[in-house]
């Protein structure tokens, strides 16, 4: 017997990850992801934030192209961005391992959209892997980065917001495999993909994908009744609802979703009268099933949305279709009471600014008293929506025009905004707001590079600036202001700048509220070192 603990999903996939042999783990903060690599640094292993979730695939992928072990973390929105090396490493032989966590997030506690991921893993062609709790996130975790070097291959594993979060006993194996030793083969003909070179490549990861079919129908479960009334089949954290919902019923438990386990599905729902498929998000078990002639019960368009609980799957089981109860309401969400961004927001409020928004805490700031942002689409588009109104609009409401994005979101994406700012300048000009609080906020505190740490907080080698970096691209006006305490000469400030053709980058800094002290307490321990 191995050791017992008691883990979230996150832990669990961190603990699991040193325990493979991890060379490095690699990620940008995401919730539900976010605790993996704080949970790798901890353990031992070598963990750091890029600053954006493309290159953290890209440094992933080259430890694997050496021979090691590495582990990249995301939310799901986060493998948007990474999707354009993740549709090419499906194509390269890969010596080493590479095990990709997707964070999902159906009911959006904290994102933009619902997207589930799975469908990635079919569109790629790579495998994917999908524990139900925080035993199976350990164990999954082990097995994803076996079949990555068995199969030369990248491997998801997508995880929800609840198994992420939610903990459980689970029992660590006892094997601790040391980092994996590197060394770098020429091989070009697997890893430089030219045409010549993926056409061949490709016809070898479908027939890898054939081989799969196999693993995956090894890597299925069944839980409840055997000879139950009914069956189900589910995946994820929707097992563990369904087996509370219907004790009585037969489940199947698909770990495996790319491949599928037709094999095994098939012979299990023909067992049954009546087979239900019980998942979160899209409809991907069920159309597996429908277009392999596996008969089964699909969900009413109801049960698409938001997360499944297990009062949810009982109705679903039913084929109650009646409206779903109201939640009650909570308390909205608010920045925090001595925020460093109220006072930007009433003043974007007050001059009667059209506002493009980005992703991070300050988001809060489209909520009322300030009702200060008018679109929000992704990561480092605040600026480049800007760019696109103030071209458009007349000269008037151009003018109105502010981009207002936060420091770890501008080293995320938002750099590119300002070359296609200075590239392809607006008649009017243009403002951005960089709000920067010297921390990765909402996500839970992590650093970027521009707060000079690293992952675990120590000093990182160097730190960047923003003011010098936009400066050094070709902006007209870099502005640094606190506008907490300098609020009527920031107002002033950004009256001037609207008024001209200028291109302006304000940088307001001010240190997070939250984590002050945390700050102090790093830079303390620096000193003491």
């Known amino acids: 017997m191995g050791e017992r603990l008691f883990l979230s999903g996150n832990e669990a996939i961190a603990l699991a990850a040193v325990d493979a042999g991890l060379n490095r783990g690699v990620g940008y903060p995401g919730t539900p992801s976010s605790e993996i690599l704080d949970n790798v640094s901890k353990n031992g292993g070598a963990a750091e934030w890029a600053p954006n979730e493309k290159c953290a695939l890209e440094v992933a992928a080259g430890v694997s192209f050496a021979g090691g072990n590495a582990l990249v973390t995301m939310k799901h ?3 948007n961005v990474a999707a354009d090396p993740l549709f090419t490493l499906a194509y ?15 009911g959006m506690a904290s994102s933009q959209n619902e997207q589930d991921n799975r469908n990635y893993a079919a569109a790629a062609g790579v495998m994917m892997l999908e524990p139900a709790d925080s035993q199976q996130a350990y164990d999954l975790t082990l097995k994803a980065f076996e079949l990555s070097r068995e199969f030369h291959m990248p491997v998801l594993l997508r995880v929800t917001t609840r198994v992420c979060h939610s903990k459980g006993v689970a029992v660590r194996g006892g094997v601790r495999n040391p980092a994996h030793p590197t060394a770098f083969e020429r091989d070009p003909r697997t890893r430089v993909m030219i045409p010549a070179f993926a056409r061949i490549a490709h016809r070898r990861l479908r027939s890898e994908l054939h081989k799969l079919e196999d693993v995956a129908n090894s890597l299925t479960a ?3 009744n055997p000879e139950g009334s009914f069956g189900i089949i589910a995946s994820g954290v929707s097992v563990l609802h369904a087996m509370e919902a219907a004790p009585d019923a037969a489940i199947l438990q698909v770990m495996m979703c790319n491949p599928m386990p037709i ?3 098939r012979e299990f729902a023909v067992r049954f009268k009546r087979c239900f498929v019980v998942e979160e998000g899209d409809y991907v078990l069920e159309n597996a099933c429908r277009q392999n002639g596996i008969e089964v019960i699909g969900r009413p368009e109801l049960y698409r949305f938001g997360e499944l609980n297990v009062a949810r799957v009982r109705r679903l089981l039913a084929g109650d279709t009646t409206p779903e109860a109201a ?5 909205p969400p608010e920045l925090c009471p001595g925020c460093p961004h109220r006072k930007t927001f009433e003043a974007l409020r007050d001059l009667g600014c059209i506002v493009s928004g ?3 805490c300050y988001t809060l700031g489209v909520l009322p008293p300030f009702s200060a942002i008018d679109s929000c689409v992704c990561m480092g588009a605040s600026i480049t929506v800007g760019l696109g109104l103030r071209h458009a609009l ?7 025009v502010v981009s207002v994005i936060g420091d770890s979101t501008f080293w995320h994406t938002g750099v590119n905004g300002i070359v296609e700012m200075v590239y392809n300048r607006p008649k009017t000009g243009h403002v951005v707001l960089i709000l920067d609080n010297s921390i990765t906020a909402m996500t839970g505190m992590q650093e970027n590079p521009g707060t000079g740490r690293r992952l675990d907080h120590t000093p990182a080698d160097g730190r960047l600036d923003i003011e010098a970096v936009v400066k050094a691209m070709g902006v007209d006006n870099v502005d640094v202001i606190d506008t907490t305490v300098q609020h009527e000469e920031f107002r ?3 009256a001037r700048r609207l008024a001209s053709n200028d291109l302006t980058v304000i940088v307001a800094r001010r240190v997070c509220v939250i984590a002050a002290a945390k700050i102090k307490s790093y830079a303390a321990a620096t000193e003491v070192k």
């Open 492 to 494: 002033e400030l950004l």
């Open 263 to 265: 094999e095994k599905m």
């Open 394 to 400: 007349p000269e008037t409401e151009a003018r109105k």
């Open 327 to 331: 939640p009650v309401p909570g308390k």
């Open 222 to 224: 069944e839980h409840g």
């Open 77 to 79: 929105v986060g493998l």
């Open 358 to 360: 980005d992703i991070g």
């Open 92 to 106: 390269i032989s890969i010596p080493g391992g590479l095990v990709i966590v997707s964070a999902d997030d159906p």
